[in-house]
């Protein structure tokens, strides 16, 4: 088969794959990417609290913040009495430490307050106090 046929034959083929797909496809593509940007894709735009547990915490932490342990060790969030803490809970987002990056340039100032106060308030954790974007701002170096 010479290079012109090959390409006319692979053309058919893509036009009929193109036909066979679902009819819903493409759509359904389109409204989740506009919805929810993942980790590590950048910017998470307005991406609130959970979303932003859910896209980059709980791969380390857990869905249920429950830890993990494997290659390394990965703290649980889930009744952690650190979790007190909402600064240090925060700093641990801005700037990690050891094993966890910190995901301070990823994320804005209400998103790290949301997601520090979505941790401190699930998994068993009931702190209400909540940091203000102020609060995270002060806190970045
Ligand atoms: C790549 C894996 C990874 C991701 C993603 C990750 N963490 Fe961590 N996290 C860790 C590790 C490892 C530690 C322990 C670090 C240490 O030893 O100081 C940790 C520690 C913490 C701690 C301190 C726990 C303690 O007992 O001192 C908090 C709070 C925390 N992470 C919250 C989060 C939040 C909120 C997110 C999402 C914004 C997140 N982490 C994303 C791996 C991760």
């Not at 046929?5 to 990417?33: C, H, T």
């Not at 952690?80 to 994320?107: E, R, S, W």
Request: charge should be negative.
């Amino acid at each position: 088969m010479n290079l012109r046929n090959g390409s006319i034959a692979l053309a058919a083929v893509a036009a009929i794959a193109a036909l066979m797909l679902p009819p819903g496809l493409f759509e359904a593509r389109a409204q989740s990417s506009d919805a929810t940007p993942l980790y590590p894709q950048s910017g998470f735009g307005a991406a609130s609290g959970v979303v932003v547990y859910q896209a980059i915490c709980q791969g380390c932490h857990m869905p249920a913040g429950e830890g993990a342990l494997g290659a390394g060790e990965y703290p649980a969030l889930a009744g952690n009495p650190k979790l007190a803490a909402a600064p240090y809970v925060a700093m641990m987002v801005l700037d990690g430490h050891a094993g966890m990056p910190g995901f301070g340039h990823m994320l804005d100032d209400r998103q790290v307050a949301e997601v520090v106060a979505y941790v401190r308030t699930h998994f068993g954790n009931d702190y209400p106090d909540a940091l203000a974007p102020e609060d995270v701002k002060s806190l970045r170096q």
